[in-house]
């Protein structure tokens, strides 16, 4: 196949930041994506309706008026979060889902919640009222292996959490092992997980061999290949539990290359292209529209987009810019380590 046209896609995950990077980021996503839930790790972090608000006000000024596009917003969980606030703010539309980072487990969440126990009463509410749960699903004990704390957290928390509540609708975010694809492939009706396309295309020799590649570190950190291969099993195979979230995550290069070590991989830009190669390079590109722009709005509630996107097949591969430029300083354009032909129309 050479030319596919599907739904306009909606990406269930992406980091705009604020500011100068906010202006740059903005329309590499609304380029291609119809819809995009907001993640609220800003310093100081998204906390409430009113901040959600204004936040989704600053975004939509710097979205191009050629694109259609919706943010979706959130609003960070902590362990003082007011759930009847939580509750207005999901009502009134200010919000739509709220985010769960463990303290400390990735960028900007030291915040985030030490204990589940103590939220309880707040996803129980959030339950009862249909608010979507999204997760960041690792342990932050120092005495768990970082390879491992996926894994640990499913086991320690993710399963607590479903036992207790299976009416809460849940997303495993960004999830990088095949025990993660199985727990959710098993799991109730009501918990289903977004997939990146830098684990889809990358295993951890990308962020090892050869030297430390910093433009590659993420977290979750990036796993075996047989972990990949069970990512990309499950991106093809059509499972309505599984679909699209970028983690789209914009860092200057200085900040990326430093002893801080910034996690994140910015690939808003290449996106749909590295996907298409990855579901061709499988024989599955028929299954493409299901992943990207179909499962995902089915798990939330949402009305499937009308607009459609072309993608062709060129002979040659695709010449990539490396970098977004914003202002005198440059963010890293993800590049996955093989050719890719697809482009969007």
Known sequence: MEEIEIIKPDDWHVHFRDNSILKAVVPETTRHFARAIVMPNLTPPILNGKQAIEY?????????????????MTIYLTESTDKNELKEAYNNKAVFAAKLYPAGATTNSDSGVKDIKNIMPTLEKMAKIGMPLLIHGEVTDNEVDIFDRE???IDQSLDFICKELPELKITLEHITTKEAVSYVSEGNKN????????????NRNALLVGGIKPHNY???????????????????SGDSKFFLGTDTAP????????ACGCAGVFNATNCMSILA?????NNSIEMLESFTSINGAK???????????KLKKSNKPLKFKKYLKVGNKEVIIFQPNFPVFWEVF
Not at 60 to 71: A, D, E, G, L, R
Not at 192 to 202: C, E, Q, R
Not at 277 to 281: A, L, M, P, R, Y
Request: proline share 5%; with cysteine; glycine share 2%.
């Open 299 to 309: 798990h939330y509630g949402c009305k499937i987009n009308h607009e459609k996107i």
């Open 218 to 236: 993420c977290l979750p950190i990036l796993k075996r290949e047989d972990h990949k291969q069970a990512l990309v099993v499950a991106a093809i």
């Open 151 to 153: 894994k640990v957290f």
């Open 56 to 72: 989704k006000e600053r975004i939509k000024k710097v979205i191009p008026k050629t694109h259609n596009f919706m943010p979706l």
């Open 277 to 281: 190669e990855i579901f061709d390079q």
């Open 251 to 258: 860092h200057f290069k200085e900040d990326k290359e430093s």
């Open 191 to 202: 918990l289903a997980a977004s997939i990146t396309p830098h684990h889809l295309s990358l």
